[in-house]
């Protein structure tokens, strides 16, 4: 390790220390606080036990705190990454390092209980290199291996810890034509195994009867019918609005993930308050389930009043969020409702504290060197439960080692 | 006299400029334009100028000055006050037509996976030009492309440059006077796909066995067309022309400097390996294309000239693109002769060239490199249009090369900034506030009549 590094390596240790102990001061930034106050210029940030202790002018810490300068740049809180499998796939391609799926685990065919948390490996490569980006939170996502039900996620807090599970259980189910090899061929059997597995939920199967459900399985769909937030995958105008219905019929929260069309059935989401979770890049005919696909899906939806995040940069390019968020932006969103859409939207839609900064926050916050959603800035300084996160993840030490011109011994020796 | 006229002809075809003249030519003529005067704009040229409150004129669908000249009579003035105008963007990877939108089994036509060796393929025999992703590439400033075959043989076939303007057929988009490439691939793929098959290869060392092969049977190749020619200017009248040999005539058409190899490569190891193996064969490497560990070798490369196609931030998807990094694009630009690019891959990244350049040019800055705007536009730019040998015809905006050319709502590094209008061969194809001036393709015409507002 050389000097430099060392100092820096010291300095992190011992703010996370006082940080984590104590309280930390970050002066004169500009507050994007995602709350009704706005953003504010000038502003201190207090942060004592891992919240947000006081937002104001010229605050006073105590003796011992550490400080940060803004120096007047922007501070938001922490963003969410979408719906991944950070800390569950290790190399999408090298597929025993892959945990975000189950396939056939004998019959019968439908695993609701499949639950990716216990899989959950927080020292995983992905989570630093999403995390010093400005990303806090991500949604572990059930991906559809065997059956349309891809099983149980839930938020995680990008912060190292084994169990940073943060919010409630989600469960996840695909739809459409990228799922029409899951349910028999047919959209129309995607609902029919749908409806079968709600009605095996709610009874005791009887001997000989073909299920698709285990006995876990149906303890695990029916505890979602009890507002259970379900993540359901569709682009299509006509399944969002079959996805609405279905949910009243069973009492489920429902969101929409992809929702490439959504914006066409803005009114029927905003009325029955099902979010949005879409790629505001897709504005390509993929599949015959988008050719409504649009870049003002996000500022249709938001204009007619649906809580919109953002998902879709996937796992190892989570920190691809910050662009999708920057275009949605820039094609109508606006800038303010685009942030919105990357913290304080997804922690209401998934019932997770943060997303915002005001008193009693969690201190889960990022200081940008300008704005946020431009890609030519960068998230200088992120702070999870009020610690300094070390700036440093597998890929900054692989440039670390190839940014001098030369070295005098191999590059195996620079470390 | 017509025989040796013949043969001569199919000599020329061993070398394949033949080919990539004579059959399947290009039909594209650049659309009558009136001459445009874009005013007081702020330039990045591509050659590493900015110039600010510029006036440019298109002019016989060229760039007929920078600064100040002559305004011709009937000459449309357009206001460019606050705007930056660059060259219009090429992408040197793109599959664009051979794997169109929608994404449906009967359109998966960019890899021809039954053999490793398919040098006779052509990536414009795939081409659906009625993919919707061209439009939308141009909506983000692309003026140019080439289309390549996929990844997964050894030598895949040949790629083709593309002017990025709609016709019923690919012929009609072809970029005149543009080589040929030929997609050649290493690494995982090729040996993961014949692998499983029990198949040469399997390995990595198999790949580099089954090239060596390969590029032996071209060498040969050209020495029988040689001896025949020699027989014929000996006045051999008997003298038989070997058999053309599609395979062999790509190939051959690398050995001789006329086809430009663009070469998918991950690892900095296997570049190394590949950088070897045309020095035993004596051809060049133009390109390493995705080269996720460039980083590792970004003085070598400038060394020998060869460019290195990238994306700004990809990485993690397979074993071999596991050492992925921010700063590749920047490291590889910054040795002297640096030839960095960035590359799409992909039909969502080649309408947001300019973010992805934007991207690798925010992470330089913060490793210490000084990348300016007008500097970094030859990643999506210049530096494009030498790789795939159009240079001194599209790049920059140079007087005299063709009126290519993107007026943006901003800098266009922004996240907020917009193409307003671009032009191709100085002829406005694309403008945002004028529908009649956005192409819809035949698949796109007439969906979701349904739909009420």
């Not at chain 1, 609701?112 to 992905?126: D, G, I, K, L």
């Not at chain 1, 943060?354 to 300008?370: I, K, M, Q």
Request: glycine share 10%; aromatic share 6%; hydrophobic share 40%.
């Amino acid at each position: 390790m050389n000097g430099f590094k060392w100092i820096v390596a010291t300095l992190l240790l011992c703010c996370q220390a006082a940080a984590a102990g104590n309280t930390l001061l970050i002066r004169n930034a500009l507050v994007h606080t995602m709350t009704d106050a706005g953003t504010l210029p000038a502003t201190d940030i207090l942060i004592r036990d891992g919240r947000i202790a006081e937002l104001g002018n010229h605050l006073r810490a105590p003796a011992d705190s550490t400080e940060l300068d803004a120096a007047g740049r922007p501070v938001t809180p922490a963003l969410f990454a979408g719906i991944t499998a950070l800390g569950l796939n290790e190399i999408d391609m090298v597929w025993p390092s892959v945990d975000s799926a189950v396939t056939q685990v004998g019959s019968p065919p439908m695993r609701p209980e499949f639950n990716v948390v216990s899989a959950y490996n927080p020292h995983s490569s992905p989570i630093p290199i999403t995390r010093i980006e400005g990303f806090g939170y991500s949604l572990l996502g059930a991906m559809a291996g065997g059956s349309i039900i891809g099983g149980q996620g839930r938020t995680v807090v990008l912060d190292g810890g084994y169990r940073s599970f943060v919010g409630e259980p989600v469960l996840f189910i695909a739809l459409g034509e990228s799922a029409s090899t899951l349910a028999g061929g047919s959209r129309a059997a995607q609902w029919m195994v749908l409806e079968q597995a709600i009605a095996e939920s709610e009874s005791t199967p009887r001997h000989g009867d073909h299920t698709l459900l285990t006995r876990e399985g149906r303890a695990a769909l029916h505890a979602f019918q009890r507002s259970g937030t379900v993540v359901f995958s569709a682009h299509r105008a006509s399944d969002i609005l079959q996805v609405i219905a279905f949910a009243e019929r069973h009492g489920l929260r429902a969101v929409i993930e992809g929702g490439a069309e959504a914006w066409m059935v803005a009114d029927a989401l905003a009325e029955a308050q099902v979010p949005v979770l879409l790629d505001p890049l897709q504005n390509l005919p993929d599949s015959f389930d988008m050719l409504g696909a649009r870049l003002d899906n996000a500022a249709r939806l938001h204009a007619a009043g649906v809580t919109v995040s953002f998902s879709g940069a996937g796992t190892h390019h989570a920190r691809k969020q910050r662009q999708l968020a920057g275009v949605a932006a820039a094609n109508g969103l606006g800038p303010e409702a685009a942030l919105a859409a990357l913290t304080r939207n997804p922690a209401e839609i998934f019932g997770f504290p943060g997303g915002r900064l005001e008193r009693g926050a969690p201190a889960d916050l990022v200081l940008w060197s300008g704005d946020p959603l431009e890609l030519v800035e960068s998230a200088e300084q992120v702070i999870l439960g009020g610690r300094l996160q070390p700036m440093r993840s597998r890929q900054t030490e692989l440039r670390d080692r190839y940014l001098p011109t030369a070295t005098s011994l191999p590059r195996a020796y620079t470390h | 006299m017509l025989k040796q006229a013949c043969a001569a002809l199919l000599l020329l075809g061993a070398s394949g400029t033949l080919q990539a003249e004579s059959a399947f030519p290009s039909t594209y003529t650049p659309l009558i334009s009136a001459p445009t005067l874009l005013r007081n704009a702020t330039l990045l040229t591509g050659d590493g100028q900015r110039l600010e409150q510029t006036d440019l004129l298109l002019e016989n669908g060229r760039i007929a000055w920078v600064g100040n000249g002559d305004v011709p009579p009937g000459t449309r003035e357009i206001d460019a006050s606050g705007r930056w105008i660059t060259p219009g963007l090429i992408d040197v990877h793109s599959h664009l037509g051979v794997y169109p939108s929608p994404s449906v089994d009967a359109h998966q036509d960019g890899n021809e996976m039954s053999d490793p060796v398919t040098a006779n393929i052509w990536a414009e025999h795939s081409i659906w030009p009625q993919d919707p992703g061209f439009g939308k590439a141009l909506a983000g400033g692309v003026t140019a492309l080439q289309i390549l075959p996929g990844s997964a043989n050894l030598f895949g076939g040949r790629g083709v440059t593309l002017k990025n303007v709609y016709s019923t057929s690919y012929q009609g988009m072809k970029f005149p006077g543009a080589p040929h490439g030929l997609k050649m691939a290493c690494g995982e793929n090729p040996k993961r796909v014949y692998g499983q098959r029990n198949k040469l290869p399997s390995t990595r060392m198999g790949n580099v066995a089954h090239y060596r092969t390969e590029w032996i049977a071209a060498q040969d190749y050209i020495d029988r067309w040689a001896r025949y020619e020699a027989q014929l200017a000996a006045g051999d009248e008997e003298a038989t022309a070997p058999l053309r040999d599609l395979k062999l005539e790509t190939l051959a058409g690398v050995l001789q400097g006329e086809i430009i190899v663009h070469m998918h490569c991950y690892r900095a190891d296997e570049m190394m390996t590949i950088l070897a193996l045309a020095e035993e064969f004596e051809y060049r490497i133009g390109t390493f294309h995705h080269a996720v560990e460039a980083y590792k070798i970004a003085d070598e490369l400038a060394q020998q000239q060869v460019c290195g196609a990238l994306w700004a931030d990809w990485w993690g998807f397979k074993m071999e693109a596991y050492d992925g990094i921010q700063e590749n694009i920047a490291l590889v630009d910054r040795p002297p002769g640096g030839c960095a690019i960035v590359h799409s891959d992909s039909p969502e990244g080649i309408q947001r060239l300019n973010q992805e350049a934007a991207k690798a040019m925010g992470k330089g800055r913060r490793a210490g490199m000084d990348i300016a705007p007008e500097h970094a536009i030859a990643w999506i730019t210049s530096n494009a249009a030498r790789s795939l040998g159009i240079e001194h015809m599209t790049g920059s905006l140079t007087p005299g090369k063709m009126a290519d050319v993107v007026v943006w709502s901003d800098n266009p590094f922004s996240i907020y900034s917009k193409a307003d209008l671009v032009f191709i061969d100085g002829a406005l194809l694309y403008d945002r506030k004028d529908p009649a001036r956005q192409p819809v393709s035949d698949f796109e015409l007439g969906q979701l009549q349904e739909v009420q507002p």
